[in-house]
């Protein structure tokens, strides 16, 4: 599969099909972001400082200007979504990179369009299924329920506009985004639901990079009774892949198509 070229200028603009009126365009500082964890998780705010070279916000989606309304109940008010391009620097782990994304998502009381430009020139979509704190009396921060992190690369161009997602109000709006990223823009149907097809996301990596070390296993052992068992388990795991893209994405999509 080849990764292709990907300008990094306002990839959240072109994702979504933001109109003029969601368009902004302002930098956060590092220490903005780093702030509202240095009192109670100071690793994580040195890690900000660490990991980021810039961050910026390039849209916010409103009810005025994306015409769709807000919505509130006692987990979460949605009467904004902000969208925000982050980039690491060299050498970032996938573990902190993965950290990072999560840390940005607890900063904020709402859920979050976040856009990771990696070192390697690809850029990352992630989206969390959150509410906000209990345990924080200012109610400014959240708690992931549920995040997903797909390369921009493999979603399919125009799939995320927002004319095309479910307008009942900004949380239903944001699940949907969330829906259709998980499954690269082809989701199995409309009945998926975004904590779902994260659930199914998460299981085929995992089965995924299994087979992959189960395959390198069986290249390199020489014991004939041990490959038999490797190669049986590795047709299991291949079964389970396709029991689980089915149930991701639509039937005529070829996932890992180059």
């Known amino acids: 599969m080849t990764v292709p070229d990907i300008p990094h200028d306002h990839d959240g603009v072109r994702l979504l099909g933001l109109p003029d009126g969601a368009r902004q365009q302002y930098r956060i500082t590092k220490k903005m972001l780093a ?8 690793g ?34 949605v009467v904004d979504v902000p969208v925000l391009e982050v980039v690491l620097v060299d050498k970032t782990s ?25 070192a390697d020139g690809t850029t990352v979509l992630s989206l969390a299924l959150s509410h906000v704190s209990r345990t924080d009396p200012t109610r400014s921060t959240s708690v992931i329920d549920a995040h997903v992190m797909v390369p921009t690369w493999q979603i399919e161009q125009g799939a995320l506009y927002l004319d095309q997602l479910d307008r009942t109000d900004m949380w ?18 409309v009945a998926l639901q975004a904590a779902d097809a994260i659930a199914l996301r998460r299981r085929l990596t ?40 089915g149930a991701l994405y639509s ?8």
């Open 94 to 118: 996938a573990a902190d990179c993965i950290r990072v994304t999560e840390l940005v998502h607890r900063s904020m009381a709402k859920p979050v369009v976040l856009l990771v430009h990696m």
């Open 44 to 77: 994580d705010a040195r890690l900000f400082i660490k990991a980021l070279a810039s961050a910026q916000v390039v849209g916010i989606l409103r009810p005025e200007t994306i015409q769709v309304p807000k919505y509130e109940d006692t987990e979460r008010a």
């Open 206 to 245: 995992d089965s995924e990079t299994q087979l992959a070390r189960v395959v390198r296993s069986v290249k390199q052992t020489k014991n004939q009774q041990r490959r038999i068992e490797l190669n049986m388990r590795a047709r299991a795991l291949r079964t389970q892949i396709e029991g689980v893209r």
């Open 172 to 189: 239903a709006l944001y699940r949907d985004l969330v829906r259709i990223a998980a499954a690269d823009g082809h989701p199995a149907s």
């Open 35 to 42: 702030a509202q964890f240095e009192e109670q998780a100071p």
């Open 251 to 258: 039937p005529n999509y070829n996932h890992g198509a180059s």
